[in-house]
């Protein structure tokens, strides 16, 4: 009972958002419409494409992480893998519903030990969470630094902001060294076995924590976790040119849409809808343009009509074989 009134709260802040966002004139009737407009379309083409490109580089990122633990995918079915997540992510109040059924499907191709493909699961979405905090502080520092660039009124949110990415990133530091560390990895494997009696838990914790002592594919991975994000930035930005405004400093849209991406992780609704376009709306707005919510509601559009074929196929049961088997 509790979780579906917290699953119809979150449908009712959803709805909230939304009408703001379209009393306030910053979602419009247009807005659709231009999305049908043939002159745009070579924007959404070229936008999905990029998105589907930073999918690609987020199943080679899987796969590396897959190799740790012995789990031996082709590269298609990580795709196919990734893609279902990303649809599931959309749907599911949250933003983790993907990668239980990911976590779910990886678990049915382990020989031994289940539950250490969903420990790479989790590891996966902290290297990507990581990479957006990365840029996330990087455009903070940039946007409190610039001249003009971001209003007075918002310099004490992004100072918090810019706290809570050292904070995260100190913590990841702690991890890269001290995971090589076999006595440290020890002393919390055997506090897990104790915690988890030696179950699927446990067998995720010993997961993660296999990921954690190879620092070289951490260091990999990192770097691909950084490409897909700022991949996913140059396709959201292609989208402004639909708006119609003359899209000017770059840059500074950039390192703005960034702490929007990164503020948008926090699971306030399902799939997070109107919630990131209310908190693009904002941020935009400090870089004094408009555009901010209905850019990323186009976003929102590409990337869901890109996941949706795998998404579809995969509710049907006779079709998850060949998607992810």
């Known amino acids: 009972m509790r979780k579906h009134i917290i699953t119809l709260l979150k449908i009712g802040i959803a709805i909230l958002f939304l009408w703001y966002l379209f009393k306030s004139g910053r979602l419009t009737k247009e807005s659709f419409i231009r999305l049908l407009d043939p002159k745009n379309l070579p924007y959404l083409i070229l936008s999905a494409f990029i998105f589907i490109c930073s999918q690609m580089l987020s199943s080679v990122r899987l796969i590396f992480l897959l190799r740790i633990t012995d789990v031996r995918m082709k590269f298609a079915q990580i795709f196919n893998l990734t893609m279902i997540g990303n649809f599931f992510n959309m749907i599911i109040p949250g933003m983790v519903g993907g990668d239980i059924v990911k976590g779910y499907i990886l678990t049915k191709n382990e020989s031994g030990g289940r539950g250490k493909s969903s420990g790479v699961i989790v590891m996966d979405r902290v290297l990507g969470l990581f990479a957006l905090l990365l840029i996330g502080g990087a455009s903070v520092i940039y946007l409190s630094q610039g001249k003009g660039f971001v209003s007075i009124p918002y310099q004490s949110e992004i100072r918090s ?165």
């Open 161 to 325: 902001i810019l706290i809570f990415c050292a904070v995260v990133i100190g913590l990841f530091l702690v991890l890269l060294v001290f995971g090589k560390d076999k006595r440290i990895r020890q002393r919390l494997k055997e506090v897990s076995f104790k915690i988890f009696r030696g179950g699927f838990l446990y067998n995720m914790v010993e997961g993660f924590g296999a990921v954690a002592k190879k620092r070289r594919y951490l260091v990999y991975t990192l770097s691909i976790s950084i490409a897909v994000q700022l991949l996913c930035l140059a396709g959201l930005l292609i989208l402004a040119n639909m708006t119609g405004e003359a899209v000017s400093g770059v840059i500074p849209l950039m390192a703005v849409s960034s702490v929007v991406m990164l503020v948008g992780v926090i699971p306030v609704t399902p799939g997070n809808i109107g919630w990131t376009e209310l908190i693009a709306t904002f941020g935009w707005s400090a870089i004094g343009s408009n555009n901010g919510a209905i850019v990323f509601f186009y976003w929102r559009i590409v990337t869901m009509l890109c996941v949706l074929p795998w998404g579809l196929f995969y509710l049907y049961p006779s079709s998850r074989k060949g998607l992810t088997g």
